[in-house]
Nanobody, 121 residues
Framework: QVQLTESGGGLVQAGGSLRLSCAASGRTFSSYIMGWFRQAPGKEREFVAA????????AYADSGKGRFTISRDNAKNTVYLQMNSLKPEDTAVYYC??????????????WGQGTQVTVSS
């Protein structure tokens, strides 16, 4: 069992930056593909980014390419999402997910409780 705890969300003006963190419990973190997803009010949960177990490869949704960077520190059991040039349409609850594959939320086994990101115009 893995427990995930997100932090770093908040209110930011358009054009600003936030860095989300997701701390994981357990000894198997370094073997998991990790992902970030988000869900805006009235919309389905959508893929944001994912990173391989070693951190050597990653993938991004088109909406975040060039603005978002996913990274991880396996020594700290933590995955990060650096978000720059934020837009109002980035407003959502952001979720960390573990032990998954690809961009489908259904393929991830463990989820955090989410952290709210609000971007004002």
């Amino acid at each position: 069992q893995v427990q995930l705890t997100e932090s770093g969300g908040g209110l930011v003006q358009a054009g600003g930056s936030l860095r989300l963190s997701c701390a994981a419990s357990g000894r198997t973190f370094s073997s998991y593909i990790m992902g970030w997803f988000r869900q805006a009010p009235g919309k389905e949960r959508e893929f944001v980014a994912a990173i391989s177990a070693s951190g050597s490869s990653n993938a991004y949704a088109d909406s975040g390419k060039g603005r978002f960077t996913i990274s991880r520190d396996n020594a700290k059991n933590t995955v990060y999402l650096q978000m720059n040039s934020l837009k109002p349409e980035d407003t959502a609850v952001y979720y960390c997910a573990a032990n998954g594959h690809g961009s489908s939320s259904g393929r991830y086994d463990y989820w955090g409780q989410g952290t709210q990101v609000t971007v004002s115009s």
